[in-house]
């Protein structure tokens, strides 16, 4: 059964930057596209690589969808599900993120 476990608190995430979260053994990079409480999390693994980097890629908007591109190659990730633009068979995982009270909160 997941839990929901607090990360930090939302102001600890500048605007339109990712960070990384240990939760358990899971590597979660969690967004904060926008100023304001909306956050994502997905895997912070980028699996073409099997590198702990997409916490530090840039967000971009595309088509109405908010993706992170891998600092290592460019390979696009959505941030509502964690799909692959270039290689559907690449997707990453995807957790439920809220803020709640101010705090950033990932299920897990």
């Known amino acids: 059964m997941s839990q929901w476990n607090t990360i930090c608190k939302i102001d600890d995430i500048v605007p339109a930057t990712g960070v990384c979260a240990l939760?358990?053994?899971h590597q979660i990079a969690i967004f904060r596209p926008r100023a304001n409480d909306e956050v994502y999390a997905i895997s912070n693994i980028d699996p073409?690589?099997?590198a702990s980097v997409l916490s530090r890629g840039i967000i971009a908007?595309?088509?109405g969808?908010?993706?992170v591109a891998s600092p290592l190659k460019?390979?696009?990730f959505r941030l509502r599900d964690?799909?692959?633009?270039e290689d559907e068979t690449r997707s990453v995982a995807?957790?439920?993120a809220r803020?709640?009270?101010g705090q950033v909160q990932v299920r897990a």
């Not at 964690?82 to 633009?85: I, P």
Request: glycine share 8%; net charge negative.
């Open 74 to 76: 460019k390979q696009r």
């Open 99 to 101: 803020v709640k009270d």
């Open 48 to 50: 073409f690589f099997k």
């Open 65 to 67: 969808d908010l993706w």
């Open 23 to 25: 939760i358990g053994e």
């Open 82 to 85: 964690g799909a692959c633009m």
């Open 94 to 96: 995807h957790f439920d």
């Open 61 to 63: 908007e595309h088509q």
